[in-house]
């Protein structure tokens, strides 16, 4: 399984930016799909996760209300709108997968739990 992100770049504080996520395999519907990201001289934190069918999500208490996790199974995407960012969104953006069949997001993912992992794409925003 192979994950890239794309999408990045820098907007203005209050601006919205897509990024997208492609996942190269065939049984891309039984993973649980999440967005990580790390901050510079940060901790690598969680931001959003969706459940296979697209159904369940959930979000970081701080980018709730800003961000959408959506993805689209029919071309193995999965996306991240993020709207009204601040500056402190800047950092480098990640997709992961889990290999999850329960059609549930219950809580914040570990990153490290999760089962595959994409080279990330940064975005930065200006104050």
């Known amino acids: 399984v192979q994950l890239q992100a794309s999408g990045g770049g820098l907007v203005q504080s209050g601006g919205s930016l897509r990024l997208t996520c492609a996942v190269s395999?065939?049984?891309?519907?039984?993973?649980?799909m999440a967005w990580f990201r790390q901050a510079p001289g940060k901790e690598r934190e969680f931001v959003a996760a969706?459940?296979?069918?697209?159904?369940?999500?959930y979000y970081a208490n701080s980018v709730r209300g800003r961000f959408t996790i959506s993805r689209d199974n029919a071309i193995n995407l999965v996306y991240l709108l993020m709207n009204n960012l601040k500056p402190e969104d800047t950092a480098d953006y990640c997709c992961?997968?889990?290999?999850?069949?329960?059609?549930?997001?219950?809580?914040?993912?570990?990153?490290?739990?999760?089962?595959?992992w994409g080279k990330g794409t940064l975005v930065t925003v200006s104050s």
């Open positions: 992961a997968a889990e290999d999850h069949s329960g059609d549930y997001v219950d809580g914040p993912l570990n990153y490290s739990a999760m089962h595959y």
């Open positions: 395999t065939q049984t891309y519907r039984i993973y649980r």
């Open positions: 969706i459940s296979w069918s697209g159904h369940n999500t």
